[in-house]
Structure formats: structure tokens, C-alpha cells
């Protein structure tokens, strides 16, 4: 099973030096972790600095062991940690494990979704998703149409339906990313752009 995790952090108010961060995440931090800056439109923190990690061969009690020990590096080295993150990629296997809840990440050429007639009855259609853009402010080329569910059969369906909106309005896709959250220590920091899920 494939997981990915994710540590967001702050400087106890103060704005973050990237370059101390990134080489943190380059050094010190577990193999590979990359650091990534999320915009997310609408919510009450949009800016969200965080580490990206993807784990192809261990087991989810290593990926969290490795995670926490992270955690830790990064609060002594000054860092407020704001939450700790762990997916799963859904697949056949994710059936039999509990989750809080899915979401799936649909990756979208920018100029596409400019250039669309985003007309109220379109945008109606997204908000009938609890649909939310966000932004990997180190690409300017792409943004990513976000939705959530209480589970994967509901996160796959809504999928399908939001993706027939985007194609029916031109809107170009590059990538469909569907995950399931195995643990979220601050659902809460997306206040504003997606909330927890209510269905599905």
C-alpha cells in the first residue's frame, strides 16, 4: 500500500525563512521529504507550509514512527507543528481498513479553467460538490478542484460526477488523485475552504 504524509507548519507568527525550511527538509528530515507551499482559496489559513512524503514500502506503523520522528526534529529546530496528515492511496487494498475520511485532488490545466464560461450555473454545480480550488504555489500552471467524503464508494462517485462538470465546461484535466485519511490531528486548519465531510 502506498501512503503519503504531510507535517504543516508555522513560525509561532512569524513568516517562514523557506530557504532554512527547505534545507531542513533536504537534510535532517526523513529521506526525500519534500517541502511545499499549499494555497487554498477561501480558507482562514490559505497559506499552509508544510513536508511531503511518499512511502511505497513501509508498513503504516513505520510511515507514522518515521512521521513523528520528523515532528519532533522540526520542533526543535523552532517550528510549530499545525498538523500531522497520513493518506493512503485508494486501491483495492483500502477497503479493509478504517478511515476518517476520503478525498480526491483533481489536477487541472490553470489557463483551461480561466478561460472557461464559469458562469453562475456552472459554479452552482461545483459548490452542489462542496468543490474547493487550491493552488501548489511553486506551479503556476496547474490548481487542483478538491472534494471530501466520509468514505472511498462516496469519494469514487463524486469523483465521476465532478470530473463530467469540469470535461462538459472544457476544463482540461491532468491527474486524479484519490486518497484516504488515516489520521488528521487539525481537520479544523481548513476552516473556510473544505470543512470536515458531512456525507458520503
Known sequence: MNFESHITVSRYGEDIDMEDFNELCEGELTDDTKPITIYAFGAEMP?????????????????????????????????????????????EDIE??????????????????????LSDS????????????????ADKDHRFINIRRKSVSAIND????????????????????????LLDTNPGIDKGWIDAPVRG
Open 158 to 181: 463524486a469523483t465521476d460526477g465532478l470530473v463530467n462538470v469540469l470535461l462538459s465546461n472544457g476544463i482540461l484535466i491532468k491527474k486524479i488523485i484519490k486518497e484516504a485519511v
Open 47 to 91: 497559506k499552509q507550509v508544510m513536508t511531503s512524503n511518499s512511502f511505497d514500502e513501509n508498513t503504516y506503523l513505520e510511515v507514522l514512527e518515521m512521521t513523528f520522528q520528523d515532528v519532533d526534529i522540526l520542533g526543535n529546530e523552532g517550528f510549530e507543528v499545525q498538523r500531522v496528515k497520513v493518506e493512503a492511496k485508494i486501491d
Open 96 to 117: 479493509n481498513i478504517p478511515i476518517l475520511y476520503a478525498e480526491a485532488h483533481i489536477k487541472i490545466i490553470d489557463s483551461s479553467y480561466k478561460a472557461a464560461d
Open 122 to 137: 456552472i459554479e452552482e454545480q461545483l459548490r452542489k460538490f462542496d468543490a474547493r480550488p487550491s493552488r501548489n504555489m
